[in-house]
Structures are given as C-alpha cells and as structure tokens.
C-alpha cells in the first residue's frame, strides 16, 4: 500500500557531506512521524533523527549539530543533510514513516513502514 524509497548514499570523506532523500508513494491519507535510522555492520538499528507532522525533530546524540533532517509534506519527502561525516556513520540507513493509507474507498489504516536502505560510507 505505501513504499518509501531512499536516493543519495555513496561515498564521502571524512569531513564532507551528503543528503540522503526518501520519496513515499502509495495510497497515503497521512504521514505523521518520519525519520532516519541506521544500522552499521554488526551493530543494531539505531535512530538518527526523526521529525513530526509539525516539524518538531528529535536527533540521535552522535549526530547533534551534524546533521538536519526536514521534511516536504506537500511532496511527501523525507531529507537528511549530513555534515562533517566521519568513520562512524559509515552504515546503511533507512527511511522510517508512519502512516495512515487508504484500504478500498472508506477504510483507513494505519501502520508502519521502513525503505529498503542506501549504504553510506565514510573513508577517505
């Protein structure tokens, strides 16, 4: 019913930047949280930032002050500007929204859902 897909990881070195983008398409009545998690070899998922409907974010402590996470509710895009990228945040991340999507004419739902991944890779 909802797919979200992630554009925009590759290979950067230590102190430069990237922005990941995440586009949701399907049969969307509305996003409300979206965020960026990310999950490093041998490590569990963790969060990176999230923000709200409203705009309120919340960033994981590894991160603070590196990176931005924003979000088009118009377009339905999630973006995450990642600044002064180290060793680190080398890992696959993943777009994560929850939604609430139209089943048949009348039927709302509402669920959970994460994109397949982009790698990002942090070495020079």
């Known amino acids: 019913q909802v797919q979200l897909v992630e554009s925009g990881g590759g290979l950067v070195q230590p102190g430069g930047s990237l922005r990941l983008s995440c586009a949701a398409s399907g049969s969307i009545f509305a996003i409300h949280v979206m965020g960026w998690y990310r999950q490093a070899p041998e490590k569990q998922r963790e969060l990176v930032a999230s923000i709200t409907r409203g705009g309120v974010t919340n960033y994981g402590d590894s991160v603070t002050g590196r990176f931005t996470i924003s979000r088009d509710s118009a377009k339905k895009t999630l973006d995450l500007q990642m600044d002064s990228l180290n060793p680190e945040d080398t890992a696959v991340y993943y777009c994560?929204?929850?939604?609430?999507?139209?089943?048949?004419?009348?039927?709302?739902?509402?669920?959970?859902?994460w994109g397949q991944g982009t790698q990002v890779t942090v070495s020079s």
């Open positions: 994560n929204a929850d939604v609430s999507y139209y089943r048949g004419t009348t039927n709302i739902y509402r669920d959970n859902y």
